[in-house]
């Protein structure tokens, strides 16, 4: 079975640019999570969508936007790029129940110059 | 709200001793707790998990056990390996889904 898998890879993208970060979960899980890991720090909670609704969002601006589609897979969507935004941006899915553990995707570096 | 400290890095032990990763936590409720692991150009990994006080998690000589008298889930191995070299990040479940994680710590083992 496929794991988490998330594209691009690698972006490079200017100041006030708009970026979108797209993720495909394992098959069967219906819950999608963003996080934004800055390198040397642990990640940061963005989103978490559920069954195709927003289940929880994290301390950041409204920049940042998500959404998950009928087949599960999410896009993370950020307006007006910051320098501070250059980071690692990870996808993880999970079934969604609580306690239940989050298998991670290898994650889209996004570099804003 | 909710948090999770973990002990700075790095950590530089030689192979075949014995390996402690301090991680505490704060948290209204009853969290799940966490260790990840995150290889050289890998991506996070889950190295163990425990979802109530006194459960222990384990996975590859890996312990770790959930002790809410002292709000910790401090990761312990018995004789690390070169191939253990790794960030190691806590994390917490909070009642609102989303995973809280720790600074992580970076593992360096030498031969």
């Known amino acids: 079975d496929a794991g988490v898998t998330q594209s691009p890879t690698h972006l490079i993208k200017t100041r006030g640019q708009h970026v979108t970060l797209r993720c495909s979960p394992i098959?069967?899980?219906?819950?999608v999570s963003w996080y934004q890991q800055v390198l040397g720090q642990g990640p940061q909670f963005i989103f978490q969508y559920y069954e195709k609704e927003e289940r929880g969002r994290g301390n950041f601006p409204d920049r940042f936007s998500a959404r998950q589609f009928p087949n599960y897979s999410s896009e993370l969507n950020v307006n007006a790029l910051l320098l501070g935004d250059s980071a690692l941006y990870l996808c993880?899915?999970?079934?969604?129940?609580?306690?239940?553990?989050?298998?991670f995707g290898p994650g889209t570096r996004l570099t804003v110059l | 709200g909710d948090s999770v400290t973990q002990m700075e890095g790095p950590v530089t032990l030689s192979e075949e001793a014995f390996l402690t990763i301090n991680c505490t936590y704060t948290a209204t409720g009853y969290p799940s707790l966490f260790w990840y692991v995150q290889y050289p150009g890998e991506g996070l990994q889950l190295l163990l998990k425990a979802t109530k006080a006194d459960d222990k998690g384990s996975n590859k000589g890996f312990e770790a056990t959930y002790r809410k008298e002292t709000t910790s889930f401090h990761l312990e191995k018995g004789s690390v390996q070169v191939s253990d070299s790794a960030v190691y990040f806590c994390a917490l479940g909070d009642s609102n889904y989303q995973l809280i994680w720790g600074a992580g710590t970076k593992l360096i083992i030498k031969p």
């Open positions: 098959s069967g899980h219906k819950s």
């Open positions: 993880a899915s999970s079934s969604g129940g609580r306690g239940n553990e989050q298998f």
